[in-house]
């Protein structure tokens, strides 16, 4: 057995960190990825939530595959996924199965959801983005 390296330690315990699944790290490292700025770094908020990430990129783009929209929000498949069940049951969001593809019909007219702004429609949040 090799002793650890001092990077390989975590200082509180002495132990060594958490061994992390490769194929969960790798994807959530290529789904970030699309996220750095110019500088290279990756910001660490956003005005728009992940729920609007995804509707404008199905709303630009109705035939997109999910693993696209995860990569160019830059959260994982299984979250994409997730925000897409989500849209569809609040009914801003229509899935049509189009062959072996999914095609997306967005609801332009429904509401935003935050009391806020509940009488603006989704339509003119998506103009903004996808006009």
Avoid: C, K
């Amino acid at each position: 057995m090799t002793p650890a390296r001092a990077a390989d330690v975590d200082d509180d315990t002495g132990d060594a960190p958490p061994a992390q699944d490769s194929s969960t790290a790798a994807g959530r490292d290529s789904a970030r990825a699309g996220l750095r700025d110019r500088a290279g770094d990756v910001p660490g908020w956003t005005f728009l939530t992940n729920h609007a990430h995804v509707l404008v990129a199905l709303a630009r783009d109705p035939e997109v595959r999910l693993r696209d929209v995860a990569l160019l929000v830059g959260i994982t498949e299984r979250s994409v996924q997730s925000i897409v069940a989500d849209l569809e049951a609040a009914g801003y969001l229509q899935r049509v199965r189009v062959g072996r593809r999914n095609r997306y019909r967005v609801n332009a007219a429904g509401p935003l959801r935050h009391p806020a702004e509940r009488d603006h429609a989704v339509g003119e949040l998506l103009e903004l983005f996808t006009g």
